[in-house]
């Protein structure tokens, strides 16, 4: 995978990151793909549509989540069958404010598979697991 290839992979997961931490759904929509998305999370099934992966949130918003920062680090790339499909995979940490609870630090393990279609990439899934001990 050419790096300029790359940079637009992490850019579009950024740019989701970034609507994600303004409460932008529209935006989060946009980095997402349209007819191939699910969300895992633990193993289990979270979504298995991009609309309801937004109504997620969109419900977790009116509830009250706040968002202070959230970074994706210590990324690691691979290609998953071709150029055209990548796994770009992090510890990502949230300063979040949880509806009914206190503000804290959260770290989990992040996976955001990418497709490129025309290219264009978008976020077809989402694997959310623990930090491991």
């Known amino acids: 995978m050419n790096d300029q290839k790359r940079d637009l992979a992490i850019s579009k997961v950024n740019q989701f990151l ?3 931490k303004e409460g932008d759904l529209d935006g989060m929509k946009s980095t997402l793909h349209s007819e191939e998305f ?3 999370e633990r193993g289990e099934k979270l979504a298995d549509t991009r609309k ?3 109504k997620i949130f969109e419900h977790e918003f009116k509830a009250g989540l706040e968002l202070y920062k959230i970074e994706l680090v210590d990324k690691e ?3 998953l069958d071709s150029d055209n499909n990548i ?3 992090g510890r990502q940490v949230h300063d979040v404010k949880d509806p009914g609870k206190t503000r804290e630090i959260q770290e989990f393990i ?3 598979e990418l497709k490129n279609i025309n290219e264009e990439w978008y976020i077809n899934k989402v694997i959310i697991d623990d930090i491991e001990d």
Do not use: G, H, Q, R
């Open 18 to 20: 970034d609507a994600l």
């Open 77 to 79: 790339i691979s290609v």
């Open 52 to 54: 309801d992966f937004i």
């Open 38 to 40: 699910e969300c895992l």
């Open 87 to 89: 796994k770009i995979k």
């Open 110 to 112: 992040f996976a955001y």
